[in-house]
């Protein structure tokens, strides 16, 4: 099987047994790989009434047929689970270099289930595969523990995905953490790891990844990489990381700012800018494998109270920590990221709880002995750094914030659930959907929640993945079938694996062509795109399995409800509608029976009792 290993890591952490079993050919071709594979695998394995941090459920790891070869931004991998936070359906991915290494020790995916009965980590080598004790690792941070793993294991080159402290305590927000910052984020991987008692995993691998027709492949790889040098989407990104997203956001109104009550402020706007983020950026810069975009940046920091020597912060990350705090202090941003980076929370979950917290704090909801003593106001640094302590360690107000903040104001009630702003129990990611229609559906269908990623709607309105001129942003017109694409197209690019900023510059013939010659199997650009149909699909059936249903596709009011500032806002009924028609749902939101036979899903409809009712 060209571009694939062959073969899965099974562990069971309960028995401490660890074995390798082939992989099927039928489910590489029809589910490609990444989150494909990590979808069709945790839907057959993990049942509708599983605890999501219980040892019944499973943690799948998975690469793609591109992950491990030469091609541009492909070393990138999938954690899908059921999320902890949700409780719904979950997948995470990274870049750096860990997912190429993965496919380097001979396997396509890991698959992780049962729970340690004491701490540990998982070594993988191109030879064999154990567990070994982490009771010297538990409490390090995800970052200092890399090394100490490299150092004590004399491997250099070693490849770690690990969590932190906030993992180790199961906080509902908690990320995996690799390669020196990249992140597996949203939704609470890592405390699934947590509750595992699996602390890190560890990969050196020296296997190549065959490739059906290396020739073609090479002289792609060649033309794409000169498409990249000449992109100014891709210069952009290489001069200011995705900082430089916040400049044209500000100018669209689509930043959120004070708790997404408002859509401008000018303070913010002269103090948070792509310039001011490199001002402070040091000259270390960093790519994931075989990427020359190069986006990532790296800071030091020194100055009285704070201090850091790390990544920097993605555009998620200043807009929340930033403008959705109404924080201008760039050094306190780059410092809540560090420490995000070090407990393993999630950025975007964190500072959305510490907004929400902060305006119940100015409502009166939260006292300041509630608060453990910190001043909640509005942009103070010592509050947001606190609150971040407090959630890393699982103590005082913290606590309660690092389960998300649909379940803080369950807790708070008085009122709160108002201004506890998420989508089926995930917080936003720092795009409105009053600036951009198509996020309103895209939000509000999301598998895991509100995305941008998982279905790129922005690209549907800038005319980057349609024909013809773009759709207005303003507009509900067409945003059903424009987000079926986008979302089809970005699980698609999941499933390769490839990040976003080299798989939109492809028409999805070119890649079908890559796949083509990268595994020997004929594919056609429709072909992809209904793998991409097949698995939104699956994920749509797991969620429905975990109860959830056309109810829940609604956004918070505040996102159906003009900024402060005045402005318009996206018609989300009109939407749902389109978008459930568009992709062959009933009225509420249920994939029929003859929708999932054409995907190869006849099982599902048996699974779900479709068919019993004539669905």
């Known amino acids: ?15 401490g047994k660890i074995e390798s079993l082939p992989l099927d050919g039928g489910l590489a071709r029809d589910y490609i790989g990444g989150v494909g594979l990590g979808t069709r695998l945790v839907y057959d394995l993990v049942a509708r009434d599983t605890d999501p941090l219980s040892p019944e459920n499973h943690l799948v790891f998975a690469a793609g047929p591109l992950t491990g070869t030469t091609f541009p931004t492909s070393s990138r991998y999938e954690v899908c689970t059921r999320s902890p936070q949700t409780g719904i359906w979950l997948d995470a991915g990274a870049s750096g270099k860990w997912g190429a290494e993965l496919k380097r020790t001979g396997y396509d995916a890991i698959v992780i289930h049962g729970a340690s009965p004491r701490p540990a980590y998982l070594l993988v080598t191109g030879e064999t595969a154990e ?44 990320s995996i953490i690799n390669d020196e910052g990249r992140v597996a984020g949203r939704g609470g991987a890592g405390a699934v790891m947590g509750s595992k008692k699996l602390k890190a995993i560890a990969l050196r691998g020296r296997r190549q990844v065959p490739l059906a027709r290396p020739e073609p492949f090479r002289q792609r790889v060649k033309e794409v990489l000169a498409a990249l040098g000449r992109s100014p989407t891709s210069q952009a990104l290489a001069r200011w990381g995705t900082s430089a997203n916040i400049d044209a956001a500000w100018i669209t109104g689509d930043v959120p700012v004070q708790n997404w009550r408002r859509r401008a402020w000018k303070q913010g706007q002269a103090r948070i800018t792509s310039q001011k983020v490199a001002d402070l950026v040091a000259q270390r810069y960093g790519a994931c494998l075989y990427c020359p975009i190069k986006c990532s940046r790296w800071v030091r920091l020194e100055r009285e109270g704070l201090s850091l020597d790390g990544p920097g912060p993605e555009y998620q990350t200043l807009a929340t920590f930033g403008p959705l705090l109404l924080n201008d202090n760039l050094e306190v941003v780059l410092a809540a990221n560090d420490l995000c980076n070090r407990y393993g929370l999630d950025t975007v979950s964190a500072g959305a709880a510490i907004a929400f917290a902060m305006e119940a704090y100015e409502r009166g909801i939260v006292s300041p002995s509630e608060a453990g003593g910190l001043d909640l106001s509005w942009g103070n640094p010592r509050a947001i750094l606190g609150l971040l302590r407090q959630m890393g360690e699982r103590r005082g107000l913290g606590e309660l914030l690092g389960q998300g903040v649909k379940r803080a104001a369950e ?12 989508v089926k129990g995930m917080e936003p990611p720092m795009h409105d959907p009053r600036a951009f229609f198509a996020m309103a559906v895209n939000y509000a269908t999301g598998p895991r929640g509100p995305d941008h990623m998982r279905g790129y709607a922005l690209a549907h309105e800038t005319g980057l993945w349609s024909k013809g001129a773009p759709a207005s942003r303003f ?20 499933c390769l694996i490839l990040c976003v900023f080299c798989g939109q510059a492809l028409s999805v013939d ?9 595994t020997g199997e004929p594919y056609t650009g429709g072909e992809l795109l209904m793998v991409g149909e097949r698995i939104v699909n699956l994920q749509r059936a797991f969620n429905l399995r975990c109860g959830v249903s056309g109810a829940d596709d609604t956004l918070p009011p505040r996102l159906l409800r003009a900024a402060e500032e005045g402005g ?8 749902l509608q389109d978008y459930y028609a568009a992709r062959g749902w009933t009225a509420d939101g249920v994939p029929t029976a003859q929708k999932l036979a054409e995907l190869g899903l006849g099982g599902v409809s048996r699974d779900l009792g479709l068919e019993a009712r004539g669905g």
């Open 475 to 494: 507009s509900d017109e067409g945003k059903g079938e424009g987000v079926r694409l986008a979302q089809d197209r970005s699980t698609m690019l999941n």
């Open 411 to 422: 807790v708070l009630g008085r009122g709160s659930q108002e201004f506890a702003l998420h």
């Open 131 to 174: 567990l070994r004790d982490a009771a010297d690792l538990w409490g390090q941070d995800a970052i200092e523990v890399q090394g100490y793993l490299r150092t004590r294991l004399g491997e250099r080159a070693l490849k770690v995905a690990a969590i932190g402290p906030a993992g180790e305590r199961q906080v509902l927000i908690t």
């Open 1 to 15: 099987m060209s571009g694939y290993m062959g073969k899965l890591l099974w562990v069971d952490l309960t028995q």
């Open 568 to 575: 318009r806002v996206p018609d989300l009924a009109r939407q």
């Open 510 to 518: 070119d890649l079908a062509e890559v796949l083509t010659w990268t």
